[in-house]
């Protein structure tokens, strides 16, 4: 019988649980750049990755709204756009580079929505770009922007 442990070092866990998994499990002490940071340093990018956590969430759950035809008030489909450009932000104060093709799609689809294809392919562009480094042009965000770019 195969026993298979998971260990979840998601990058949304605070500083101190990291560490203490990554000592748990594997035996030593992170030094990077942020579990060797300050205090205040690994609190701030603590709340930043809550934040960034909230927002997925928030923007998921606005575009399966708007996929699945339910009325959306005028004022959430707007938002979707500013909680986008706010989750691109924390992706890059937070260096989660990886993550940026999140961003780019949710901005991309959510100006597409809007109606703005000019907005949305400035996005879906950078997107793309994105994409190719990871995770990779045949990704579901990458093909879904490509889409956009046609």
């Not at 909230?54 to 699945?68: D, G, N, P, W």
């Not at 756009?81 to 093709?101: H, I, P, Q, W």
Request: with cysteine; proline share 3%.
């Amino acid at each position: 019988m195969l026993i298979v442990i998971v260990i979840d070092l998601s990058h949304y866990l605070p500083t101190t649980e990291r560490l203490r998994r990554t000592h748990n499990h594997w035996g030593f002490t992170c030094t990077c750049a942020l579990c060797s940071s300050s205090p205040v340093q690994q609190s701030a990018s603590d709340s930043r990755l809550r934040r960034i956590r909230e927002l997925e969430v928030l923007i998921y759950q606005t575009h399966a709204e708007s996929e699945s035809q339910t009325p959306m008030l005028e004022q959430t489909q707007a938002d979707s756009t500013v909680l986008a450009k706010e989750l691109l932000g924390l992706y890059e104060e937070e260096g989660l580079d990886g993550a940026l093709v999140r961003a780019y799609d949710n901005l991309a689809t959510a100006w597409k929505r809007k109606g703005s294809l000019e907005k949305a392919k400035m996005w879906a562009g950078k997107g793309v770009a994105a994409a190719a480094l990871w995770p990779g042009p045949e990704s579901a965000e990458g093909a879904r922007m490509q889409k956009v770019l046609v």
